[in-house]
């Protein structure tokens, strides 16, 4: 499957932004998904996930209440709805992507594929 993140751009703090992850092939509904993001010089971290039904959903602490991911299977998309803002938010967003999960949707090892990524800067 091929993934193809877009939606970032400069917000300032307490805006929101909507991130959109576009993925190829018929059996997107089979995949769990998850949101991850990197800012320069820290290590990628977990975002927000969603299981491939749509049914369970999962967050970082930092991001919950702020964060909604949900997914339109539809569509092949999956979303990642910012609200609220914060310029520590500021980083590129990946979308990931996982058919058979070995492992915790927070974990990053656990994705088979990965989209290139958008860039998410709040201005404080």
């Known amino acids: 499957v091929q993934l193809q993140a877009s939606g970032g751009g400069l917000v300032q703090a307490g805006g929101s932004l909507r991130l959109a992850c576009a993925a190829s092939?018929?059996?997107?509904?089979?995949?769990?998904m998850g949101w991850f993001r990197q800012a320069p010089g820290k290590e990628r971290e977990f975002v927000a996930a969603?299981?491939?039904?749509?049914?369970?959903?999962f967050y970082a602490d930092s991001t919950k209440g702020r964060f909604t991911i949900s997914r339109d299977n539809a569509k092949n998309t999956v979303y990642l709805q910012m609200n609220s803002l914060k310029p520590e938010d500021t980083a590129v967003y990946y979308c990931?992507?996982?058919?058979?999960?070995?492992?915790?949707?927070?974990?990053?090892?656990?994705?088979?594929?990965w989209g290139q990524g958008t860039q998410v800067t709040v201005s404080s």
């Open positions: 990931a992507a996982v058919r058979t999960q070995k492992n915790g949707l927070r974990i990053g090892a656990t994705y088979d594929y």
């Open positions: 969603i299981t491939w039904r749509g049914g369970t959903t």
């Open positions: 092939g018929r059996t997107f509904i089979s995949y769990a």
